[in-house]
């Protein structure tokens, strides 16, 4: 007769980190349509980012703003980060949904994907909510970001699908972080940035896991290929973060904005220093090939 311990199949580290991670989650995760505050109108008198983050600040143009037009340029800028976060969150649900289609439901893993696609389904209406009591009007990616990603969705896999879900999480970590912390930030921004910041901490470990995992025996294209397919899609997010349309939306002269924002040295240190730790990662992954770097270099990433 065999013994019940017989029947228990030790659990690989890969299924240890998804119980790990589905315990935290039943310990710590959030509602926002119950935390957020919905409710008070908004307060102008409030930036929607750290101003240090605005694509602006650091430039002439800057200098030249009334404190009220900084104001609405944040709030307005806020927003567009916060749609382009819709729009990819929206990329990796499909591809973490194509992941673990007709999957074992038991493994833990599995139960995880589900949880962390819920999170992000939850995110979106966040920040979707959040856009509008911003004031802010859809702001949508530029219509060939919005094509590539629809590629994207429907055919990365593996370690290409992870790595540029680890990617698009952690530039927004980063942010998110500081922002969180800011007492000149409107409230109910800081409110959502702290929600998204501890769930998706959540996501980038088992984004990390993944990508190490699927890269685990692949050969030498495959890798090159994956690598620069991450780099493209990193680039392609950090570059439709913020809409240009943002700069009309505050008052200002559109041309001359986005102008100065494409020469601020200031906005491209502050995006090189809050991706120091991702290159490092992704640089012991393997995926830090030449042609990559290259890309991050013009995403100025890196
Ligand atoms: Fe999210
Ligand atoms: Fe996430």
């Known amino acids: ?162 790595a540029a879900i680890l990617v698009a999480e952690e530039v927004l970590d980063v942010m998110q972080r500081d922002w969180m912390r800011d007492e000149r930030v409107v409230p109910f921004v800081r409110t959502i940035n702290n929600i998204h910041v501890v769930e998706e901490s959540r996501h980038m470990k088992f984004a990390r896991e993944e990508t190490k995992a699927r890269l685990r025996g692949a050969g030498l294209v495959r890798r090159q290929v994956n690598a620069l397919a991450v780099a493209i899609a990193a680039y392609v997010i950090v570059t439709n973060m913020v809409n240009r349309q943002v700069y009309a939306n505050a008052g200002l002269d559109v041309s001359r904005a986005v102008r100065e924002a494409g020469a601020n040295e200031h906005h491209k240190a502050m995006l090189r220093s809050s991706c120091a730790g991702l290159m490092e990662f992704l640089d012991s992954a393997g995926l830090l090939t030449r042609p990559a770097r290259l890309v991050y270099q013009r995403a100025n990433l890196i």
């Open 1 to 162: 007769m065999t013994r019940p311990e017989a029947h228990v199949v030790a659990e690989t580290d890969r299924q240890v980190t998804a119980r790990r991670l589905l315990d935290s989650s039943a310990q710590l995760s959030y509602d926002p349509a119950h935390e957020v505050d919905w409710d008070t109108p908004l307060d102008s008198a409030f930036h929607g980012m750290s101003p240090e983050w605005s694509t602006l600040f650091g430039t002439a143009y800057w200098d030249d703003m009334t404190p009220e037009q900084q104001r609405e340029l944040t709030r307005q800028e806020a927003a567009s980060v916060a749609c382009t976060g819709i729009w990819f969150e929206m990329i990796l649900q499909q591809m973490m949904l194509r992941d673990f289609y007709a999957k074992d439901p038991t493994d833990p893993a599995f139960q995880w994907a589900l949880t962390e696609i819920a999170d992000e389904c939850r995110h979106s209406i966040m920040f979707a909510r959040g856009a509008a009591k911003l004031g802010a009007p859809a702001y949508r990616p530029r219509r060939v970001a919005v094509e590539l990603g629809r590629v994207f969705k429907a055919v990365a896999s593996g370690e290409a699908a992870y």
